[in-house]
């Protein structure tokens, strides 16, 4: 997929001459003059970025042209221009130019201020889609209270890890029986905590790979769980202690974290239905849109 933060403003109309329409989005023009700016001029290009930046103009016509005509949302040039100086408040201009340094970058003037354009306008659009799709529903806030807690609770975790179902299921049956948990890690472990009683220590369950971070939230603490398969193998697990708030503690921390995330899917998804059905005629000799890979295809030869 594309991150998308779109821009108004970039698609120029066509003119005469000596300046011609390399394609056409929707029935508005893409000038050559519009692709070389972003490379600072076609002498100074890289063999193959003169699609890529017709491909990125294509992208910015189709959903800045639909973010105009569905939501009347186009770029505030003063947010824009707020970026654009924020960027270059971060370079290093002690002894060269502004210019020299976005180059460093693989910017000039005008990627940049494209790039800010893009950044500006997703925002705006994002925060309508998510605004437009209405209140979050419980479902989306006890999804987002769990991620909340994948990231920021706090687990101390005991393993033995085995390479099949049959081991694991061998190790679970002894440790039931009474064997220590510490000592059939020891003699069946196959990583490097076998010998420190599977120790693992505390951290947030991200720190693991899916499977077991979902266990590390799922497991009853104090009790052993499992056999839980990884692509590692096949882990017993137990859960010491687990630090991590009430969803009453942090609802308004959650729910707003799931509008963020919804308007960033929703604008994806929108964007993606935009791309598909745009109507793009790219000039043959600069190559053909693909709408699925979201790309110019160069010509061949």
């Given at each position: 997929?594309?991150?998308l933060?779109?821009?108004?403003?970039?698609?120029?109309?066509?003119?005469?001459?000596?300046d011609?329409?390399?394609?056409?989005?929707n029935?508005?023009?893409?000038?050559?003059?519009?692709v070389?700016d972003?490379s600072?001029?076609?002498?100074s290009?890289?063999e193959?970025?003169?699609?890529?930046?017709?491909?990125?103009?294509?992208?910015?016509?189709?959903?800045?042209?639909?973010?105009?005509?569905?939501?009347?949302?186009?770029?505030?040039?003063?947010?824009?221009?707020?970026?654009?100086?924020?960027?270059?408040?971060?370079?290093?201009?002690?002894?060269?130019?502004?210019?020299?340094?976005?180059?460093?970058q693989n910017?000039n003037?005008?990627?940049?201020r494209?790039?800010?354009?893009?950044?500006?306008?997703s925002?705006?659009?994002?925060?309508?889609l998510?605004?437009?799709?209405?209140?979050?529903?419980?479902?989306e806030?006890?999804?987002?209270?769990?991620?909340y807690l994948?990231?920021?609770?706090?687990?101390?975790?005991?393993?033995?890890?085995?390479?099949?179902?049959?081991?694991a299921?061998?190790?679970?049956?002894?440790?039931?029986?009474?064997e220590?948990?510490?000592?059939?890690?020891a003699?069946?472990?196959?990583?490097?905590?076998?010998?420190?009683?599977?120790?693992?220590?505390?951290s947030?369950?991200?720190?693991y790979?899916?499977?077991?971070?979902?266990?590390?939230?799922?497991?009853?603490?104090g009790e052993?769980?499992?056999?839980?398969?990884t692509?590692?193998?096949y882990?017993?697990?137990?859960?010491d202690?687990?630090?991590a708030?009430?969803l009453?503690?942090?609802r308004?921390?959650?729910?707003?974290q799931v509008?963020a995330n919804r308007?960033?899917?929703?604008?994806?998804?929108w964007?993606?239905?935009?791309?598909q059905?745009?109507?793009?005629?790219?000039?043959?000799?600069?190559?053909?849109?693909?709408?699925?890979a979201?790309?110019?295809?160069?010509p061949?030869?």
């Open positions: 997929m594309i991150s933060a779109l821009a108004a403003g970039l698609v120029a109309s066509a003119c005469a001459g000596s011609p329409t390399v394609a056409e989005v029935g508005q023009a893409i000038l050559l003059s519009d070389e972003l600072g001029g076609a002498a290009a890289p193959g970025e003169f699609t890529q930046n017709l491909g990125f103009l294509i992208v910015i016509g189709i959903i800045s042209g639909a973010a105009q005509d569905q939501f009347g949302i186009a770029v505030d040039p003063d947010a824009v221009q707020a970026e654009v100086d924020q960027f270059i408040s971060t370079l290093d201009t002690t002894d060269r130019t502004v210019d020299d340094a976005l180059a460093e910017l003037q005008a990627r940049l494209a790039q800010a354009e893009l950044f500006v306008l925002g705006d659009l994002s925060e309508r998510a605004t437009d799709a209405g209140a979050v529903s419980e479902s806030i006890e999804q987002g209270y769990r991620a994948t990231a920021n609770a706090n687990v101390c975790t005991r393993h033995i890890l085995v390479p099949t179902l049959e081991e299921e061998a190790a679970r049956q002894r440790i039931d029986q009474g220590e948990f510490g000592d059939v890690a003699e069946v472990g196959q990583d490097g905590t076998a010998q420190e009683n599977g120790e693992l220590g505390c947030p369950p991200s720190q790979v899916g499977p077991f971070a979902d266990a590390t939230l799922d497991a009853p603490v052993l769980f499992g056999p839980v398969q692509e590692f193998g882990h017993l697990i137990i859960v202690s687990r630090e708030p009430a009453d503690e942090i308004d921390t959650v729910v707003a509008e308007g960033t899917t929703l604008l994806n998804d964007a993606l239905a935009e791309l059905a745009a109507e793009v005629v790219v000039e043959a000799e600069y190559g053909t849109w693909d709408p699925v979201i790309q110019v295809v160069p061949e030869g």
